[in-house]
């Protein structure tokens, strides 16, 4: 997150196309950097850096993550290595009325250019250290290396971490065992919606088919009723939030007091999406009416509008949206595992609808109401395949990069000093994607054996900071995945329509996405006319 803002004086210049200013303020941010580039203080034990001129890296750096980051390393031949970025500090002015919410930025003093050192590590020893340190804040390296939603003051800006632990035990509210249970059915009833507008047989871009399933699912979780019932606010909510995500740009999370058009398109788009969320919690409030979602359990703890709305504006974008895209991905170039993991669904049908379902005859809306009476313990233990199957799409599929910043005293981290204020990355290609740990990294192979090493795998997060949403986010995954499984058979295919082979590789440079390295494929479906009704699950 980065502070963000629109003050009527940039609004009124970029209004009048004057790019005469911003030409000028371009040339003076190059002259800055081309400064501030010299400076080079080194600690005696800090980490090599890296030869090249710094603006390079740090274009790199924002442009092709994955092979800047595996080429420090060749170039080092070091398990650390470090370079420098570039970032303005600006001081926030507080709206002076919430109501009408306004984004600032205060440009009456100068901007202060701060040179952040940005240590890369890896190996097994650095690998420990980073995810042990006590000092190393999750939070602020979040804030000044990614550029997900912008500073909302009273909403995300400078969030005290009294209301972040608020923030981190409603979410734990969400995953408890009789909440979970009453989403089982949300869910699948959603997804069951959702499937019924597909043709009886053709193909889709799984990155936009299933990231809305996914999506839809995430609303249900974590926003209220008022939001996830409409499929026109989902709808909406999508659109506003691909505008972010297009918003995000080198330039806006380098420079975000700058007014380019990436800039002025997302504070936009994150002021609609706050006024959506801002306008269903007045509805509920105004209404009185009580509704069983996450929205009511902050109401009836007391939580303030800012806590609210903060939660569901940035867990809604926290988890990876590929994940269950590549999972359906994988699964349409391995008819062995696809078929595996619609037996075990298929199982767990048999094993816990008989007493619920008396017609395996009737219509297919059915099929929701069959996996919905299906336990949460069911759900959680008795889906090895679907496990294995989740376990293997995140190491391969999630270009995730572990970003610290140590806001403790001077720290180490295998044998190199990390003084405060460093930036601390761990990249998990460093594990996943490491043929001594995994041989054949880039093959889906989800019955591999699992290395021994500490941290061997990093899926879900590990030591200090794990994913708070993994809970909810595999059981999201399995009932999506069970939806599909047992009303359809697809294929993977390219854009040619050709059956993939080889497999897709999952691009680790596009790390919102992770759409393939080779271009666009496809899923290629039909409907099965016998779905679960079949022979084979029919009770006897």
């Known amino acids: 997150m980065y502070p963000v803002g629109v003050i009527t004086l940039l609004q009124f210049l970029w209004e009048l196309e004057l790019p005469s200013i911003f030409v000028l303020v371009t040339l003076g941010l190059l002259l800055s950097v081309l400064f501030l580039c010299r400076c080079n203080p080194r600690h005696q034990d800090a980490p090599p850096t890296l030869p090249r001129f710094p603006l390079f890296n740090i274009l790199s750096f924002f442009q092709r993550r994955h092979d800047f980051l595996t080429w420090g390393f060749k170039v080092t031949d070091q398990r650390l290595f470090q370079f420098r970025l570039l970032h303005v500090c600006q001081t926030l002015v507080d709206p002076a009325d919430l109501r009408v919410f306004e984004f600032v930025l205060t440009l009456a003093h100068p901007l202060p250019w701060k040179q952040n050192n940005v240590v890369v590590v890896s190996g097994e020893r650095g690998r420990r ?27 995300t800006a400078e969030l005290r971490q009294q209301r972040v632990a608020r923030i981190y035990k409603r979410l734990a509210n969400v995953q408890r065992n009789e909440r979970l249970t009453e989403l089982i059915p949300e869910i699948l ?11 009886k047989a053709g193909s889709f871009d799984p990155f936009d088919k299933i990231y809305g399933l996914v999506f839809q699912a995430t609303l249900r979780c974590l926003t209220c009723t008022e939001i996830a019932g409409d499929p026109e606010v989902v709808a909406r909510l999508r659109q506003l939030y691909e505008q972010v995500d297009r918003g995000t740009t080198p330039a806006t999370v380098l420079f975000p007091w700058f007014p380019s058009p990436a800039m002025l398109s997302k504070a936009r788009a994150t002021k609609q999406i706050y006024d959506i969320i801002v306008n269903a919690i007045n509805v509920r409030n105004q209404s009185g009416v009580h ?48 078929n595996e993991a619609r037996a075990e669904v298929k199982n767990l049908i048999m094993s816990h609808t008989l007493e619920t379902i008396s017609d395996f005859n009737s219509p297919r809306d059915s099929t929701s109401t069959a996996l919905s009476s299906i336990p949460l313990c069911a759900w959680e233990r008795e889906t090895p395949v679907l496990d294995m199957l989740i376990h293997e799409t995140l190491r391969i599929a999630q270009p995730h990069i572990a970003m610290r910043r140590n806001v403790g005293p001077e720290t180490h981290i295998d044998g190199k000093a990390i003084p405060t204020g460093t930036l601390v990355l761990y990249p998990f290609a460093s594990v996943h994607l490491n043929p001594a740990m995994y041989p054949d990294p880039w093959k889906f192979d989800p019955a591999r054996s699992q290395p021994k090493a500490d941290l061997a795998y990093l899926g879900w997060g590990g030591g200090r900071v794990t994913c708070l949403g993994a809970r909810l986010a595999r059981l999201s995954i399995k009932l999506l995945t069970a939806l599909l499984l047992v009303d359809f058979d697809f294929d993977t295919v390219d854009a040619s329509g050709r059956i993939a082979d080889p497999p897709p590789i999952p691009n680790w440079n596009d790390a919102l996405s992770c759409r393939p390295a080779q271009g666009q494929f496809f899923l290629k479906y039909k409907r099965l006319d016998s779905s679960y009704w079949s022979s084979e699950t029919r009770p006897l």
């Open 129 to 155: 250290d980073f995810f042990s340190a006590k000092g190393l804040d999750l939070q602020e390296g979040f804030r000044i290396l990614t550029g997900a939603l912008p500073l909302i003051h009273g909403v």
């Open 189 to 199: 009833i959603d997804g069951r919606r959702l499937l019924q507008s597909w043709e």
């Open 291 to 338: 509704m069983n979602d996450t929205l009511q359990i902050f109401l009836d703890s007391g939580d303030e509008l800012s806590a609210i709305v903060g939660f569901m504006m940035g867990l809604v974008t926290a988890g990876s949206r590929s994940t269950a895209s590549w999972l359906l991905l994988f699964l349409g170039c391995h008819p062995k595992w696809r």
